[in-house]
């Protein structure tokens, strides 16, 4: 009797050890599907610094769509829009924004308002055969569409899979203490290894947009508040 429960005790623990190593591979999975557009620092916010988020919802969830379609020998030509959802980047789009602001301006956001009415990344893509598109929930109460292809790695591999070319939009239009806080960067990707061209737009894209508002506009440091009588 006590042979068999020992058997059993070591059946249950096998079986919750294999578990828990299966669960650890599919977050690792998981991690690896995600576009790596930057890495989070933690910086502390500024004090008084506000992020007023007025995005459309429609930017925030991966979606597909046709531009255009022509006939050619080898099939339909099909130019396409390819917006890549929240849930399929490695870090919060809006954090990322907070911080690379934080990390240029630093004591200066005290204070300060941020109002992004858009804060999007899309990949427009040509090729001979659209990428297949199935509806999954991409978050509680939420569903979005998610490209499915033939090449393992991140999403936008998957979405680049049968298309000639394929640039990486980057887009923000915001202001920042009142004042226009804007820019578009474009990038052409690669089909094989892309991520490293990808951490290269989003940095191009973060220069431009200091570059436009540092061109126009500046921050002043906050006052500080009057002695009190």
Not at 69 to 79: E, F
Not at 137 to 156: E, F, H, K, Q
Not at 184 to 199: F, K, T, Y
Not at 216 to 225: G, M, N, R, V, W
Request: charged share 25%; glycine share 8%.
């Amino acid at each position: 009797m006590m042979r068999l429960l020992l058997s059993c005790a070591a059946f249950l623990l096998a079986g919750a050890i294999h578990g828990a190593w299966a669960q650890g591979q599919d977050e690792e999975k998981k991690a690896q599907a995600k576009l790596n557009i930057g890495t989070l620092a933690g910086l502390p916010r500024p004090e008084g610094f506000v992020i007023e988020d007025l995005r459309a919802g429609m930017t925030k969830f991966a979606s597909y769509y046709e531009i255009s379609r022509r006939s050619s020998v080898r099939g339909p030509l099909i130019k396409y829009k390819r917006t890549i959802g929240e849930a399929e980047l490695n870090v919060a789009p809006m954090d990322l924004l907070a911080e690379r602001l934080i990390e240029r301006y630093g004591d200066k956001l005290k204070g300060k308002k941020l109002v992004v009415r858009e804060f999007s990344l899309a990949a427009y893509g040509e090729g001979y055969q659209p990428p297949t598109v199935i509806a999954v929930p991409l978050s509680s109460g939420a569903v979005g569409a998610a490209v499915v292809g033939t090449l393992i790695g991140n999403v936008l591999l998957r979405s680049m899979a049968t298309a000639r070319t394929t640039n990486l939009h980057v887009t923000v239009d915001a202001e920042l203490d009142g004042k226009e806080f804007s820019a578009l960067e474009i990038g052409s990707l690669p089909v094989e290894n892309p991520d490293a061209r990808v951490l290269k737009i989003m940095d191009d894209f973060f220069n431009f947009a200091f570059y436009r508002f540092e061109s126009t506009s500046s921050l002043e440091s906050a006052k500080p508040a009057a002695p009190s009588e």
